[in-house]
């Protein structure tokens, strides 16, 4: 179901060459794993359209990997603390 999805999802962009493979699907839901847990919840989706808006600029996903990596690396340095 969610790569039909975002097979669609992207063709109903008009860019069905940037449909996700399983692989930056992962990425992708790491990277959002991470903002919820060492920032907030509300960190997940904003996070990950902060990825996509960085790549777009581009026009291609080539560097997904560089962006989910920093970002992740970047949530974990800024990790809220445990009390909170």
Known sequence: MLDSWLSEAASELGRPELAL??????????????????????AAPLTTFLAGYAL????????LDSVVSVLSAA?????RPADE
Not at 21 to 42: C, E, W
Request: aromatic residues 0%; glycine residues 12%.
């Open 21 to 42: 493979t399983a692989q930056q699907q992962d990425a992708l839901l790491d990277l959002a794993r991470v903002a919820a847990h060492a920032i907030a919840r509300p």
């Open 56 to 63: 777009g600029i581009g026009g291609s996903l080539d560097g």
């Open 75 to 79: 949530a974990e340095a800024h990790r």
